[in-house]
């Protein structure tokens, strides 16, 4: 069945370095993958997407790579803030229709 | 520009209750979806839908729980004769249809005692 997983379920950086969140997904068929921030109490917010016909995509100091190959896909945030402290999560979708999100990583940013 | 909104926020209910969660989707947006997060755990699907339609229902259970988003008003998501397990937290989006973004509102977290 469809599934999207992460490798990490927690990841603590110092403030300033880059961090590298990971994520496995097995359905080859989804199109389109986000990623998700989430902090204590709210809904998820967007961060970035990327759609399955590209590799790369660079946002405001973050970074989507989608590797086809191995089903892996991953966020890099370069020199992480305090502010980034949250819970990460990507998502996959088919058709433009429901989101498989997996089960989310911790990101502690140490100041 | 007004986001998702959902209320209300927080509902506590005792066991064999009916809950009814709201959903105004963003100004423009006619497709809706609704996901449940449990503690520690990622959204899970329920619900898609559309004005005065029902897309894809795959996720929810199939007792208890209902969906509708009529052509005027929010959407609801209703569960009847809540049990301790339903507690979690609701979660709707919506989308333009036109694009695969989907834009989250704050959730109603709902508590059965």
């Known amino acids: 069945g469809e599934s999207v997983g992460l490798h990490l379920p927690t990841l603590s950086v110092q403030e300033g370095d880059n961090s590298i969140i990971n994520c496995a997904y097995s359905n080859s068929a989804s199109d389109y993958f986000i990623w998700y921030k989430q902090e204590s109490g709210k809904g998820p917010q967007f961060i970035i997407d990327i759609r399955s016909n590209m590799d790369k995509r660079q946002g405001q100091r973050v970074t989507v790579l989608l590797n086809k190959t191995v089903k892996h896909l991953s966020l890099q945030i370069a020199a992480t803030q305090p502010g980034d402290s949250a819970v990460y999560f990507c998502?996959?979708?088919?058709?433009?229709?429901?989101?498989?999100f997996g089960a989310g990583t911790i990101l502690r940013v140490k100041s | 520009n007004a986001g998702v909104m959902q209320n209300p926020r927080h509902l506590v209910r005792r066991r064999g209750q009916e809950a009814r969660l709201r959903c105004s989707p963003m100004?423009?947006?006619?497709?809706v979806y609704w996901y449940r997060q449990l503690p520690e755990e990622g959204l899970k699907f329920m619900v898609y839908l559309q004005k005065e339609n029902i897309i894809d229902e795959s996720g929810m259970p199939k007792e208890r729980f209902s969906a509708e988003f009529p052509k005027e008003g929010p959407s609801i998501l209703r569960i009847q004769q809540v049990v301790r397990g339903d507690s979690a937290a609701y979660f709707c989006?919506?989308?333009?249809?036109?694009?695969?973004?989907?834009?989250f509102g704050p959730g109603t977290r709902l508590t059965v005692t």
């Open positions: 100004k423009g947006h006619s497709h």
């Open positions: 989006a919506s989308s333009s249809g036109t694009d695969y973004e989907q834009y």
């Open positions: 998502a996959e979708n088919k058709n433009g229709n429901k989101l498989v």
